[in-house]
């Protein structure tokens, strides 16, 4: 499964090989309640079809109407607004007075579409940066953030992997995890020095395999405040290994599998490797939201549900949190 940049990106290109004129619609600001952060994507075709969403279906059918009777972006890139007036929230099903801000950008070689593609499947992360005025683009490698900036002249993106996530062992839960983390925009790593969970790893992508001992691929990784460690493979010689040394650095979510039972013991043995009482508090095990999964494919859900509300500073100490109240025990277990 493809990122959400790569599927736009490439029906645009599919389009404009076709000879198509085609319009892409970038969210740059947002005030109020929005459905859709700075950064989403969407593409119209000339004849309406359309890729990406830049509202959740608030705005969509006006664009595409105005982008087909060519009252949008014929030449050079604009902008456009919606939600400015209580008047227009309402008669667009914005929420709570939502006001969206979108540049339209008629798409040419100029774009540099097909190269910024070339760098997103090549994982790599890319800052893009369009002229409004002559609507040339230019790539550059991207340092960090992925934080849209526009000031009227000069509108600049950042596209391709925005977060990382280790996983700690190969096996069917490690799969569907990877899968389902692509999909998010992560970069995925699989650390598995065991040759007989190898098999199929090459075949998925956007996961890469390493056989490096887990400590060492996590001080080699040099995790920041982008990164999640997952470690779910039951073996204490690898999962501990792992987060002695993830708990120490700046990830957002380090998280381990494992009963409420297991986790205690395993937050003891934390502390036998200097692992602080502060470090060894920020383990989230159980690993994963309260859904009542059984599956793996379930489990692999409710981690990256946590995962997800975690990254966005909800708050879970509520009833889903952590396979908390009477949900004592990790079904895979």
Same mark, same amino acid.
């Given at each position: 499964?493809?990122?959400?940049d790569?599927?736009?990106?490439?029906?645009?290109?599919?389009?404009?090989?076709?000879?198509?004129?085609?319009? *892409?619609?970038?969210?740059?600001?947002?005030?109020?309640?929005?459905?859709?952060?700075?950064?989403?994507?969407?593409v119209?075709?000339?004849?309406?079809?359309?890729?990406?969403?830049?509202?959740?279906?608030?705005i969509?059918?006006?664009?595409?109407?105005?982008?087909?009777r @060519?009252?949008?972006?014929?030449?050079?890139?604009?902008?456009?607004?919606y939600?400015?007036?209580?008047?227009?929230? $309402?008669?667009? %099903?914005?929420?709570?007075?939502?006001?969206?801000? +979108?540049?339209?950008?008629?798409?040419?070689?100029?774009?540099?579409?097909?190269e910024? !593609?070339?760098?997103?499947?090549?994982?790599q $992360?890319?800052?893009?940066?369009?002229?409004?005025?002559?609507?040339?683009?230019?790539?550059a490698?991207?340092?960090?953030?992925?934080?849209?900036?526009?000031?009227?002249?000069?509108?600049?993106?950042?596209?391709?992997?925005r977060?990382?996530?280790?996983?700690? @062992?190969?096996?069917q839960?490690?799969? #569907?995890?990877a899968t389902?983390?692509?999909m +998010?925009?992560y970069?995925?790593?699989?650390?598995?020095?065991?040759?007989? #969970?190898?098999? %199929?790893?090459?075949?998925?992508?956007?996961?890469?395999?390493?056989?490096?001992?887990?400590?060492?691929?996590?001080? &080699?990784? $040099?995790?920041?405040?982008?990164s999640?460690?997952?470690?779910?493979?039951?073996?204490?010689?690898?999962d501990?290994?792992?987060?002695?040394?993830?708990?120490?650095?700046?990830?957002?979510?380090?998280g381990?599998?494992?009963s409420?039972?297991?986790?205690?013991?395993r937050?003891?043995? !934390?502390?036998?490797?200097?692992?602080?009482?502060?470090e060894a &508090?920020?383990?989230?095990g159980?690993?994963?939201?309260? +859904?009542?999964?059984l599956?793996?494919?379930?489990i &692999?859900?409710?981690?990256?549900?946590? *995962?997800?509300a975690?990254?966005?500073?909800?708050?879970l100490? %509520?009833?889903?949190?952590?396979?908390?109240?009477?949900?004592?025990?990790?079904?895979?277990?």
């Amino acid at each position: 499964m493809n990122s959400l940049d790569i599927d736009v990106i490439r029906t645009a290109l599919d389009w404009q090989s076709r000879g198509q004129r085609v319009v *892409m619609g970038t969210v740059v600001r947002t005030w109020g309640s929005a459905p859709r952060p700075p950064g989403s994507l969407m593409v119209i075709r000339d004849d309406g079809q359309v890729a990406g969403s830049v509202s959740g279906g608030c705005i969509e059918d006006d664009l595409i109407g105005r982008v087909a009777r @060519g009252e949008l972006a014929l030449r050079k890139p604009e902008t456009t607004t919606y939600g400015e007036t209580a008047e227009e929230s $309402r008669r667009f %099903g914005l929420p709570c007075g939502g006001t969206v801000q +979108l540049v339209l950008e008629p798409l040419s070689p100029a774009s540099q579409l097909r190269e910024l !593609l070339a760098a997103i499947e090549g994982h790599q $992360r890319v800052q893009r940066r369009l002229d409004m005025a002559t609507g040339l683009a230019q790539l550059a490698p991207a340092d960090e953030g992925d934080r849209v900036r526009f000031d009227g002249q000069m509108l600049t993106t950042v596209h391709g992997p925005r977060l990382r996530l280790l996983i700690i @062992g190969g096996g069917q839960l490690s799969r #569907y995890l990877a899968t389902m983390a692509v999909m +998010l925009d992560y970069q995925v790593t699989v650390c598995e020095p065991r040759e007989e #969970y190898h098999e %199929g790893w090459e075949r998925m992508e956007g996961v890469a395999l390493s056989t490096t001992m887990p400590d060492d691929l996590v001080l &080699a990784m $040099r995790l920041d405040e982008h990164s999640a460690v997952v470690a779910v493979t039951h073996d204490p010689k690898l999962d501990d290994l792992a987060l002695m040394e993830a708990l120490r650095t700046p990830a957002f979510y380090v998280g381990a599998l494992g009963s409420l039972q297991n986790n205690a013991k395993r937050r003891e043995r !934390l502390r036998e490797f200097d692992v602080s009482e502060e470090e060894a &508090a920020r383990l989230h095990g159980p690993v994963g939201l309260n +859904l009542g999964a059984l599956t793996p494919p379930e489990i &692999a859900m409710s981690i990256v549900a946590e *995962m997800t509300a975690i990254r966005r500073g909800m708050d879970l100490s %509520g009833p889903l949190s952590n396979w908390s109240g009477s949900k004592t025990v990790c079904l895979t277990c």
